[in-house]
C-alpha cells in the first residue's frame, strides 16, 4: 500500500506533519481531516507521483516561486500569482465566478461556463481539472490546491474559509477587490518609475554618442589647431573619460555582470535578502515608498485573510510567506509567536520599526474592540492614499532631478570643448 508524507495544520494553526499508509491520495486526505487536521501537503513517498496543496516552503510547493513580493513592489505583488497567469486574468476570473456563484449558478457548472471561454490553453487546463475534482465529491479549495503553480496558499486559504461559512460568493468578491486594489497600486508605482527609466536610457544613450563618436573627432581637431599647447583641464578631463570609454566600454560592462551575479546571488540567502530589504526601507528616495506599500499589502492581506474567516494563526503563517520582504516577515513570525503564546500582536509590531505609531496604535484599538480585521482595512485604505501621494511626490521631485542631471552633464561637455575653441579663435586673432 503506498505510503503518504503529509503535513497539515490543528484547530489552532500549529503544523503537524506525519506519514500514513492508504489506498491513493484522495483516502489520504480523508484519514487526515478525520484526525481534525487540515491539509496542506500530501506527498506519495513510494516514488509514483506526488500532490502538494500548494503551502510554500514544502518540497511540493517549491515549484512556484512567487512566495518569495520581491515589494520586491517588488515582491508582494507578484506572489498572487504564480506562472503565467497574469494577476489582471486572474481577477476578471475571480470576478466572474462571483457573479455566477452569486446569481444561483452551481459552482460546477460556473467552473464549466468559464472553462468554455477561456482562451488561455494554461488556464482553461486548470479549470478543466478543478472542474473534475469538483465533480468527483473534492471541495473547492482543495481543487485549487492541485494547481498551486496558479493560486497561492493566500488564494486557497481564502475560498477555504468560504466554503466553510457557507459564503463562497463574498470571498470570491473579496477576493477580486484585494486583487484590484494590488493592482492599482503596482500601476501606480510602476507608473511613477518610467519617466525616470526613459530619461535615465536617454542619458546613457546621449552620453554614448557624445564620449565614443564626437569627442574623438574634437580631439583630432584639437591637436591640428593647437599644435603641442596644452589643453584646458576640464577638456582634458572629459577626453581622458572618452578615451577610458571607447577603448575599454566593453571590458568596464564584462565587469559588471559578475557584480550583479554576486548581488543577485547574495539576495537569495537570508542574510542577504535582510540586507537588500533593509537597504531599500533606508534608501533616502525610494525607502517611504517601499515601506507605505509594504504596510498596505500587509494590513489589507491580514484584513482580508481574517474577514474572510481565516484563523489569526493561519492567517499570519500565510501573510509572513507571501510578503515579499525579510524585515517585514521577521515581524509577523514574531507577532504569530506572540499570538501564539496568547500575547497580543501589538508589542512585536511596535518593537520591529517598521510600522510608524499611528499603524501600531490603530491596530491595537482593533484587538481592543475585537474589530481588528475592519481596523487592519482602514490602515490599508490610508495607506493606499499615502503611496498615492508619495507616488505624486515622488514624480515631481524625479522629473526636475533627472533634466538637471542631464543638463548639467550635456552642458560639461559642450563647454569643455568649446573652451579650446576659444582659445584657438583667441590665436587667430
Do not use: C
Not at 45 to 57: D, E, M, S, V
Amino acid at each position: 500500500m503506498p505510503k503518504y508524507r503529509y503535513a497539515a495544520m490543528d484547530s489552532k494553526g500549529r503544523e503537524v506533519e506525519g506519514v500514513l499508509d492508504a489506498e491513493n491520495e484522495s483516502r489520504a486526505i480523508a484519514q487526515i481531516k478525520d484526525k481534525g487536521l487540515f491539509p496542506t501537503s500530501v506527498m506519495d513517498i513510494t516514488g509514483r507521483r506526488a500532490t502538494a496543496t500548494g503551502r510554500p516552503g514544502t518540497k511540493a510547493a517549491a515549484g512556484g516561486k512567487g512566495l518569495s513580493m520581491e515589494i520586491r513592489l517588488p515582491g508582494f505583488l507578484n506572489t498572487m500569482m504564480q506562472g503565467r497567469i497574469k494577476l489582471k486574468h486572474m481577477m476578471i476570473f475571480t470576478r466572474q465566478l462571483a457573479t455566477l456563484v452569486d446569481a444561483g449558478l452551481p459552482l460546477l457548472r460556473g467552473l464549466h461556463v468559464l472553462q468554455r471561454q477561456e482562451k488561455n490553453a494554461q488556464f482553461r487546463a486548470a479549470l478543466n481539472g478543478m472542474a473534475e475534482s469538483v465533480e468527483s465529491g473534492s471541495t473547492f479549495a482543495e481543487a485549487l490546491a492541485q494547481h498551486p503553480k496558479i493560486f497561492t496558499n493566500f488564494y486557497i486559504n481564502m475560498v477555504k474559509a468560504g466554503e466553510a461559512s457557507g459564503a463562497l460568493h463574498t470571498v470570491l468578491i473579496r477576493l477580486a477587490e484585494f486583487m484590484e486594489k494590488s493592482q492599482k497600486i503596482r500601476n501606480k508605482v510602476k507608473g511613477a518609475m518610467v519617466y525616470p527609466i526613459v530619461v535615465l536610457v536617454m542619458a546613457i544613450v546621449i552620453m554614448g554618442v557624445l564620449m565614443v563618436v564626437v569627442i574623438p573627432k574634437f580631439k583630432s581637431i584639437f591637436e591640428d589647431l593647437l599644435q603641442g599647447q596644452p589643453l584646458p583641464q576640464l577638456t582634458q578631463m572629459v577626453i581622458g573619460l572618452s578615451s577610458l570609454i571607447a577603448d575599454k566600454g566593453l571590458w568596464l560592462l564584462a565587469g559588471l555582470v559578475p557584480i550583479v551575479v554576486v548581488l543577485r546571488l547574495l539576495a537569495r540567502t537570508a542574510k542577504g535578502r535582510v540586507v537588500m530589504d533593509t537597504l531599500k526601507l533606508k534608501s533616502p528616495v525610494f525607502g517611504q515608498l517601499v515601506r507605505k506599500t509594504a504596510i498596505s499589502n500587509f494590513t489589507r492581506t491580514l484584513g482580508t485573510l481574517l474577514t474572510g474567516g481565516v484563523p489569526i494563526l493561519q492567517a499570519l503563517n500565510i501573510v509572513r510567506e507571501v510578503t515579499g520582504n525579510a524585515i517585514l516577515a521577521k515581524a509577523v513570525a514574531q507577532v504569530h509567536d506572540s499570538v501564539k503564546e496568547g500575547e497580543t500582536i501589538v508589542s512585536p509590531l511596535e518593537a520591529s520599526g517598521v510600522f510608524p505609531g499611528m499603524v501600531v496604535s490603530m491596530i491595537q484599538v482593533g484587538e481592543e474592540t475585537g474589530a481588528l480585521p475592519e481596523m487592519l482595512m482602514k490602515v490599508a485604505e490610508t495607506y493606499d492614499d499615502e503611496v498615492d501621494t508619495a507616488v505624486e511626490a515622488l514624480t515631481s521631485i524625479i522629473e526636475p532631478i533627472m533634466i538637471i542631471l542631464l543638463a548639467g552633464v550635456v552642458g560639461t561637455i559642450v563647454i569643455a570643448m568649446f573652451m579650446p575653441l576659444v582659445s584657438i579663435i583667441s590665436n587667430m586673432k
